[in-house]
């Protein structure tokens, strides 16, 4: 650390400790107080230099599921931020409450700069961890602000420029920061202003978002003290319930309409806020001219005017769960709870854009899982394009998702292609074995996603898509991105919500499942045991064609012993778990149950790559990146 950076310390320390002579911007006080509470609260040094503080994944996880709904309404907002500042470096950071970094978007040609800063995803933003910083000061404080350079407390934070805003419930409490922030900046701190304008903005689209997820089940009133801007953005929302007492509010309608902290806006009927009874609020609804909805406020100093949209009415069927399981998800399970588990979770999310990602041992269902989301979602009538990224040429996987131009490389077709991805615009895309696909593909995917176009080989004009993306794999990609197989921010954006399917060994309706696969035809009490002890590698697609043998070979309506499979049908073969690898096989962690795979088929190659639905040569492309070697070739 500099003279200077000495001088400056000592400085602000100094007049945040006995207070200065002359008054000073509201900001710059802000920045004071946070530098007294760091000395003086959580009794921090300011010439240290700390790392910063990144959390391992399983703590962040925690973190990012107490918020889930939260997380996946303000996405969008996050992604529009970001595609308006990208361009001038920064990076975009959601933290919770408590300074952890929850979401993130930014550019990873810079990562390792951005993980040491703490610009990056787990980073810990608290003030008494970090000192004086962009959102741990704005959540000591409750305000938008921008810590420039040397305004932080720690000296390994001076190079950055970080503005933040807070965002809050419906019920007036801080739930989240967003912030925008630099890793170096040459201009000085009131070049930050429009970032701070832009921060706030985005951070009130966000809260109003929430707001409206949270109350889409009371009262919604809109107030703006413009009428023509009542119906495109107003300032003020409020939320009734079925007797007009206020449920939830905006901040904005909070700073603007609670005139004495002693008299929250929670729990006010509206005759107290407006000269408006309850009963005369169906005279608001938007059928009427925006400049003829004007009401008082009680205080009788402000003249609104008011949109007020009422409740949904419920259905018949109103006594059910508001997250009833459609049909298509329901046939997914015959009585298992881990799954069912997942079903629920997964009903709430089948109309939401955000991406889904599918995990489970091969054979485990995910297309199906996949395909009964999209025909449970508004998109059913729209495509659903499944494309196996383990089973297309990597030289021509490129144009087979994105398409090409006529002619546009050796080999084109004359007519050109449209490509995967604009074939599933308005429906699903299911992307299935997603982790091996190429990390230069990762890159091109990880453009589609976040700008929603999609550019043609040979093209210098890019098509705009709308595409659910659903992407599955039997891989764990959180050990892949840790190793540098699979892109970090790739595997962020298409882990929207996470949906693990259990293997079919775990599953309590392994025996409703052989008979849900086995209509007019019954299984021996021995045939049915013998099925119920198979630890099912293959999962649902081993027991398939374990059903449709014996059906085959079953000349009676019950089925025996002798009509099942060989390897099922005898006592002592032997049935590893597909994660337990030997140690000569040369597999290792995820590429396990390919090693399996391929030992229970007696390393029949043709007839793997059957059963995942892949050509030989791909298949023999993940056993040469595994280091799997056949038994007759270890010697060469």
């Known amino acids: 650390m500099n003279t200077s950076q000495h001088e400056h310390i000592a400085n602000v320390v100094n007049v945040a400790t006995h207070g200065a002579a002359a008054a000073v911007p509201r900001h710059e006080q802000l920045i004071r107080d946070s530098w007294f509470r760091c000395v003086h609260e959580h009794q921090l040094d300011p010439t240290r230099m700390q790392e910063a503080i990144i959390l391992p994944h399983a703590r962040l996880r925690e973190h990012q599921d107490q918020m889930e709904a939260f997380l996946h309404i303000a996405r969008h907002g996050l992604e529009t931020l970001y595609a308006k500042v990208a ?183 509206i005759e107290r806020l407006f000269d408006l009874p309850f009963a005369d609020l169906g005279r608001f609804v938007q059928t009427r001219p925006s400049d003829q909805r004007a009401v008082l406020h009680a205080s009788g100093r402000q003249l609104l005017f008011l949109s007020a949209t009422p409740p949904p009415k419920l259905p ?54 996949a395909k009964a989301v999209h025909a449970s979602s508004e998109r059913r009538q729209c495509p659903f394009v499944a494309v196996n990224c383990a089973a297309i040429p990597e030289s021509l996987i490129e144009s087979e998702l994105f398409g090409h131009l006529p002619g546009s490389f050796s080999g084109a077709s004359p007519k050109g292609k449209r490509g995967l991805i604009p074939e599933a615009d308005g429906g699903t895309l299911f992307l299935d074995e997603i982790g091996d696909m190429p990390l ?42 840790r190793a540098g197989r699979f892109r970090d921010d790739l595997y962020y954006r298409l882990n929207g919500a996470h949906i693990s399917l259990p293997p079919l060994r775990e599953r309590a309706d392994l025996s409703a499942m052989i008979d849900r696969m086995l209509p007019g035809r019954a299984l021996s009490p021995e045939a049915r045991q013998r099925l119920l002890q198979h630890d099912w590698p293959g999962n649902l697609r081993e027991l398939r064609n374990a059903l449709d043998y014996a059906c085959s070979m079953g000349r009676q309506d019950t089925l025996g012993l002798d ?6 049908g005898s006592p002592d073969a032997p049935v590893a778990s597909p994660y337990s690898v030997p140690e000569a096989a040369g597999a290792k962690g995820p590429d396990a149950d390919l090693w399996q795979a391929l030992r229970q088929s007696h390393w029949n190659v043709s007839a793997v790559a059957r059963s995942l639905n892949v050509s030989r040569m791909t298949l023999y492309r993940r056993m040469k990146r595994a280091g799997i070697v056949a038994p007759h070739r270890q010697a060469d």
């Open 440 to 481: 230069a593909l990762q890159a091109r995917l990880l453009r589609v996603l976040s700008e929603r176009e999609v550019l043609p080989v040979g093209a210098t004009r890019a098509l705009p898509v709308n595409v659910r993306v659903i992407a599955a794999t039997h891989a764990p990609l959180e050990a892949w991105v």
């Open 87 to 269: 361009g001038l470096g920064y990076v975009v950071l959601l933290t919770d409450a408590q300074g952890v970094t929850v979401d993130f978007l930014g550019d990873l040609v810079f990562e390792p700069s951005l993980r040491k800063a703490g610009l990056y995803l787990g980073a810990d933003w608290s003030e008494q961890h970090a000192g004086t910083c962009g959102v741990g000061t704005c959540i000591s404080t409750g305000q938008a602000l921008t810590v420039h350079l040397d305004d932080h407390f720690d000296a390994t934070h001076i190079p950055l420029t970080c503005t933040s805003a807070p965002v809050y419930d419906s019920r007036g409490q801080l739930s989240a920061v967003l912030d925008i922030s630099q890793l170096s900046s040459a201009q000085p701190k009131s070049s930050q202003h429009l970032a701070l304008q832009l921060v706030q903005m985005s951070a009130h689209d966000i809260e109003n978002a929430a707001f409206l997820y949270r109350h889409r089940r009371d009262w919604i009133l809109r107030l703006s003290s413009a009428p023509q801007f009542l119906d495109v953005q107003p300032e003020y929302l409020l939320a009734l319930d079925s007797s007009g007492r206020v449920v939830g509010h905006n901040r904005r309608a909070q700073l603007g309409l609670q005139t004495d902290v002693q008299q929250p806006l929670l729990g006010a009927r």
């Open 316 to 369: 018949a069927s109103h006594g059910q769960r508001d997250t009833a399981v459609p049909p298509a998800l329901l046939a997914l399970s015959a009585g298992d709870p881990a799954l069912e588990r997942q079903i629920e979770r997964v009903a709430r999310l089948v109309n939401s854009p955000i991406s889904l990602l599918i995990t489970g041992e091969t054979g485990s269902g995910k297309e199906y899982f």
């Open 563 to 568: 009509d099942l499979p060989e390897l099922l």
